[in-house]
């Protein structure tokens, strides 16, 4: 049998084996989600080499303005909320115990991965640190491992308001969510408007929760079954204008990712620029529903969907050690373009889209082993459970720069 035809019939198999209610339109909206994280930090996030041999964090934005647009369409996160409202309002629904059991399902889910992947770079840091890896690399490293880490928290907290997220819909419907924008509007025009410079710094933190919970009470809602077409139009077409209004009348950053020495950032925490993309993206996303749903109907396209969302924690967690894995050896040899060149010339860009391949390689490799992760610790003692704690912790302390 060749390969293509065993492909074909490993993909026949799997759609043969999904349940006839599985939404597979949500399903591909959570895939195409998952993969937009990969390869945004791949493709928008680069480094330098220093004259000791330390790579150093760096991002073609800095260079290349005209490149922000990008990151309107790899900033999916908005998609993956709404996704996780929609999908945690039906488990919620179908649970049958109590909501602190169902909750606490439900964090274990997505933490054991992310104590997995902080255990084992803080076991291998000392060893990479005594076979010669300069610490700035290390530092470097622990920071791009533990950047997209700050996701799982939020989205924990914003699953265990899932509960007063239903209250909330079965109340005010569709319109659940625009208190939460609102909330964000008003924590911007104080940071952004006459008064920003009487303003403390930390209020920017209050849009932290309302920046990304607005997603997720949209996926509520549209579990709910309270947003229908017209108020998907009305997401599409006023979340693309609320965005287009922020960048031309009020001068709010392109990028919607950080950007090394800017003043402003959009993401970090969210600005308003956060939940009007989240909303024309879900309006979109809602409205293509039914021709995503078909199309997934063909099992070629269904199969990988399904490997992506088995290995969702994996692919979040282990996707920066992906490309660690190709830049920590390549620093050894020198410059590589693409790799570990400065991302300042055109030519970067075409030399990172060659080596994009090998980092997905090499995910898929990592993915063999960090897989079980995911799996439930049904062997792991309570000793090794509070080392693996440990261990997680003392890297972060590690990856913060507070050691």
């Known amino acids: 049998m060749s390969a293509l ?121 000392p060893v990479l640190y005594a076979v010669g890896v300069p610490e700035a690399t290390l530092r470097t490293g622990a920071t791009l491992v533990v950047q997209p880490l700050w996701f799982v928290g939020v989205y924990v907290v914003v699953t265990a308001l899932t509960p007063y997220c239903v209250r909330a819909s079965h109340r005010f419907g569709g319109w659940a969510a625009v208190p939460l924008v609102a909330s964000v509007a008003v924590v911007d025009a104080l940071r952004y408007g006459p008064l920003a410079g009487s303003v403390p710094g930390w209020l920017s933190l209050l849009n932290i929760l309302p920046g990304w919970l607005f997603a997720y009470q949209l996926g509520v809602d549209w579990g709910e079954g309270r947003i229908g077409r017209r108020g998907a139009w009305a997401l599409l077409l006023g979340g693309a204008a609320l965005f287009a209004t922020l960048l031309a009348v009020f001068h709010y950053p392109a990028s919607m990712v950080g950007v090394p020495g800017a003043a402003r950032t959009n993401s970090h925490p969210p600005s308003l620029l956060v939940p009007a993309l989240a909303a024309a993206q879900s309006g979109a996303a809602m409205l293509l529903r039914d021709r995503l749903a078909k199309l997934l109907t063909r ?57 994009m391949p090998l980092f997905a390689a090499l995910l898929a490799a990592i993915a063999c082993y960090a897989r079980r992760f995911e799996e439930p610790w049904t062997r792991a003692t309570t000793v090794r459970r509070a080392l693996a704690g440990v261990l997680a912790a003392g890297f972060a302390v590690f990856a913060l720069g507070l050691a």
Do not use: K
């Open 5 to 125: 035809t065993a492909l074909r019939a490993t993909a026949a198999r799997i759609d043969r084996q999904t349940p006839a209610h599985r939404d597979r339109a949500v399903d591909g909206l959570r895939a195409l989600a998952l993969l937009a994280v990969p390869t945004g930090h791949w493709l928008l996030g680069g480094f330098t080499l220093d004259p000791a041999g330390g790579l150093h964090n760096a991002s073609p934005l800095s260079a290349f303005g005209a490149l922000a647009p990008a990151s309107w369409v790899l900033q999916m996160l908005g998609i993956f909320f709404l996704v996780g409202g929609y999908a945690s309002v039906l488990s919620f629904h179908r649970r049958t115990g109590s909501t602190g059991a169902w909750l606490r399902g439900r964090i274990a889910r997505l933490g054991r991965p992310v104590l997995g992947v902080t255990a084992v770079w803080a076991l291998a840091a």
């Open 299 to 355: 099992p070629a396209l269904w199969a990988p969907v399904v490997v992506v969302n088995l290995c969702a924690m994996t692919i979040l967690c282990w996707h920066q050690s992906a490309m660690l894995a190709a830049a920590v050896p390549g620093s050894f040899v020198g410059e590589l373009a693409g790799l570990t060149t400065a991302p300042d010339r055109l030519g970067w860009i075409a030399a990172r889209l060659a080596w």
